[in-house]
């Protein structure tokens, strides 16, 4: 039986705080406490950020605080963004919190989630950060459109090991360290705090280990829309911290090219020579559209088999207008970042020994409210 609080609580040095922030998802957070009192082993406290919620989320949070079965800590900082949730969230933490667990709300988690996750850092005192698995469940995918993606992205399975990239979606850490790293760095609009998290603890050296089970659950959307604008937020995100580098220019090389081959296409009507030229940027375009076919071609005949009309053609029409949109969204981005997230890119870029072996402990300044 779950009692109102843990009923052995974890010893002082590895007192574990699960952090999470929430906007307008009421059903999410609902969900996601009643996943967590179903765990084997319970965090210590929960501790959640509301970045202004008005559909009735702020105030299931006051209630559960007061009858749920887990000791719970809200808290509200309107217009915030996600870095700056998770910190205030580790800030407001229990003073003697050792271990650090954050999630994101609207996920699916199975009971052994959180005992998994922290057992590495329970077991052993140089470990300093654990990577979570997660992937998602194919019952879950119903539209075609979710379907596309599903297949396009490789059905979404991440097998955590130490040297991964994980994600906050799944990830336990020392408090310490987050300190020690400058916490999530607030200067980045919407997304990629938490690649720029993870970052900087592969590039100062700290230990990390892995829970390889995949215990939790990334719930995706079922529009295109939705992808697209995802895909706008991730990608202005990782503009704004200046990563991805060879990839935007390896797939931002190509698209341009192909724009390229369109426009001097139209030199076929007219005359010799830029008849020839026309033909050859043509000849381009068109080579570039079969490659693509052919390399979707086995992912087509895997989205028929989940009786998706016009396989082909959806790859095709995902695959161009999310790397259209990533692209913009990344350009916008880098130049944002150039003026408005320099803390962000130092971090980053810095060489740590020409700043001595000690790391700054300074969280990031607060931005302005979005």
Not at 329 to 335: C, E, M, P
């Amino acid at each position: 039986m779950l009692h109102r609080y843990k009923q052995y609580p974890s010893p002082a040095f590895n007192m574990i705080s699960l952090v999470s922030t929430v906007l307008n998802d009421r059903k999410g957070v609902s969900i996601f406490l009643k996943e967590m009192e179903m765990q084997s082993h319970h965090p210590d406290e929960i501790v959640i950020v509301d970045g202004g919620s008005i559909d009735g989320t702020w105030e299931f949070l006051v209630s559960y605080a007061a009858n749920g079965l887990l000791p719970l800590k809200y808290y509200l900082e309107v217009g915030c963004n996600v870095a700056r949730g998770r910190n205030i969230a580790i800030e407001k933490s229990n003073f003697n919190s050792d271990i650090i667990v954050s999630t994101d709300i609207g996920c699916q988690w199975e009971s052994k989630w959180l005992e998994e996750l922290i057992a590495p850092l329970e077991l052993d005192r140089t470990v300093d950060y654990v990577v979570g698995s997660w992937a998602v469940k194919p019952e879950y995918i119903q539209t075609a459109w979710a379907k596309t993606e599903f297949i396009l992205r490789g059905r979404h399975i991440f097998q955590a090991t130490p040297d991964a990239q994980g994600t906050s979606r799944s990830i336990a850490y020392r408090k310490a360290v987050w300190q020690a790293v400058g916490g999530y760095p607030e200067d980045l609009t919407l997304a990629a705090d938490d690649n720029v998290f993870i970052l900087l603890l592969q590039k100062y050296g700290y230990k990390a280990a892995a829970a390889p089970i995949v215990r939790c659950y990334w719930h995706r959307f079922d529009y295109l829309k939705q992808y697209l604008k995802e895909e706008k937020r991730n990608f202005y995100g990782l503009g704004e911290a200046f990563l991805a580098r060879k990839n935007f220019v390896v797939v931002g090389g190509r698209l341009l090219t192909e724009f390229l081959c369109i426009l001097g296409s139209f030199l076929i009507l007219a005359d010799s020579p830029w008849l020839y030229y026309g033909l050859t940027t043509l000849l381009i375009f068109a080579c570039s559209i079969i490659h693509r076919i052919f390399r979707f071609l086995p992912k087509a005949t895997s989205l028929a088999d989940l009786d998706v009309k016009f396989p082909l053609i959806r790859l095709l029409i995902f695959e161009y207008l999310a790397k259209i949109v990533g692209i913009s969204s990344y350009i916008l981005g880098l130049l944002h970042g150039i003026k408005h997230c320099r803390n962000c890119r130092v971090r980053i870029y810095q060489n740590p020994k020409a700043h001595g072996t000690e790391l700054s402990t300074t969280i990031t300044p607060t931005p302005k409210s979005l």
